[in-house]
């Protein structure tokens, strides 16, 4: 299994573009979840999504939106790109929670406003 | 808001135990409480989680005050590698759904 896969690794966005963040997972997790990363600080959750159709705001929702139209991908999609959104991206699944499960991380988007 | 607080950083003698509190004053009685930890801007790395009772694997034990109200993550003898940011995380049930919320973590440093 692959785990967690985030593409891109590094992106470079002018104010006011537009891009979309990838997250696919192969572990067949219902739970998906889209954080971020400011420098020196811990992790913000973004959106969050308990299945296929179903997607939820969590802590910094501002800014982004989300889809999770497949069980397998789960992409973050920023319309007008703004300064304050330079941050580290960070997607992480689980299975359908319950007291034993954990959360896979992946290795990270490192995304750059200017 | 975090619901978990820690000391920004500590440092650890190679070989030594590397103890890392965490104050979670707040927890409910069903919300587990996760370690993570995170090495350089890599994803963050599952080390361990309990409700009540001490755990412990084989990366590091975690002991759990009785009130619940505090834990403690014990690497027994740490190394160069165990450098990271540790997270302590309370895993929350919100609308019938879980979220993990993280802190600002603490960063420890393994001396040589």
């Known amino acids: 299994n692959a785990g967690v896969t985030q593409t891109p690794k590094f992106r470079i966005l002018k104010i006011g573009q537009s891009m979309t963040l990838q997250c696919t997972q192969d572990m067949n997790h219902n739970y998906m979840y889209w954080y971020r990363q400011d420098p020196g600080m811990g992790l913000k959750l973004i959106y969050y999504s308990v299945g296929a159709g179903i997607t939820d705001k969590g802590e910094v929702p501002n800014g982004y939106n989300v889809s999770r139209s497949t069980t397998e991908d789960f992409p973050l999609r920023l319309e007008l790109a703004a300064p304050s959104q330079t941050s580290v991206y960070f997607c992480a699944s689980s299975r359908v929670a319950n007291n034993n499960e954990k959360l896979f991380f992946g290795s990270g988007t490192q995304l750059s406003v200017l | 808001d975090a619901k978990t607080t820690q000391p920004p950083s500590m440092d650890c003698a190679e070989g030594r135990a590397a103890n890392l509190p965490c104050n979670h004053s707040?927890?409910?009685?069903?919300?587990?409480v996760y370690w993570y930890r995170q090495i350089h801007s890599q994803g963050p790395q599952y080390i361990i989680h309990g409700l009540k009772n001490n755990e412990t694997n084989e990366m590091a034990s975690l002991i759990i005050t009785e009130d619940r109200k505090s834990s403690t993550l014990i690497l027994p003898h740490a190394t160069l590698r165990d450098t990271a940011v540790y997270y302590c995380?309370?895993?929350?049930?919100?609308?019938?759904?879980?979220?993990?919320?993280f802190g600002t973590g603490t960063r420890l440093k393994v001396l040589a």
């Open positions: 995380i309370v895993r929350v049930k919100d609308s019938g759904t879980y979220k993990y919320i």
């Open positions: 707040t927890i409910s009685g069903n919300e587990y």
